[in-house]
């Protein structure tokens, strides 16, 4: 994998390891093969490019959207905490208005066959006839 394989004159050439792509003056990029004679120069430099690019692009991507999701998920809490605790308090309230208006009834019902008590004394003395 040391060869740096020319089209124009058809030579095999000691790569030159001390730069990463071959000067043009050795061979020109769209005519030099690297190792094996069918990986082209520049198709190489294109492809390592664009995976390089679409890795870019996906940890950017990634970033961005971790960020928003931790953006969102702190948010949101408190959001929900506040519309379950409103909830909770309507039910809650409903749930003594229910009571005080069943209190009602039932002390209107205790009146219309006179067992209810006064007020001023709850205990009373239980009379036989």
């Known amino acids: 994998l040391q060869c740096l394989w020319c089209y124009t004159n058809n030579t095999c050439i000691d790569y030159p ?17 690297w190792g094996v004679c069918w990986i082209n120069f520049e198709a190489l430099i294109i492809a390592i490019a664009v995976v390089a690019g679409l890795i870019l692009v996906s940890v950017t991507v990634c970033c961005c959207y971790c960020c928003y999701c931790r953006k969102r998920s702190r948010s949101r ?27 009602l009834k039932h002390d209107e019902i205790r009146k219309k066959y006179g067992l209810l008590q006064d007020s001023d004394n709850p205990y009373s003395r239980f009379e036989n006839e």
Not at 18 to 24: G, H, T, V
Not at 91 to 101: G, T
Request: glycine share 0%; net charge positive; charged share 45%.
């Open 17 to 33: 390891v001390r730069s990463i792509l071959p000067p043009s003056s050795l061979c020109s990029l769209s005519n030099a093969r």
């Open 77 to 103: 809490p408190d959001e929900e905490e506040e519309q379950l605790a409103r909830k909770r308090e309507e039910r809650r309230l409903q749930s003594l208005q229910r009571k005080h208006e069943r209190k």
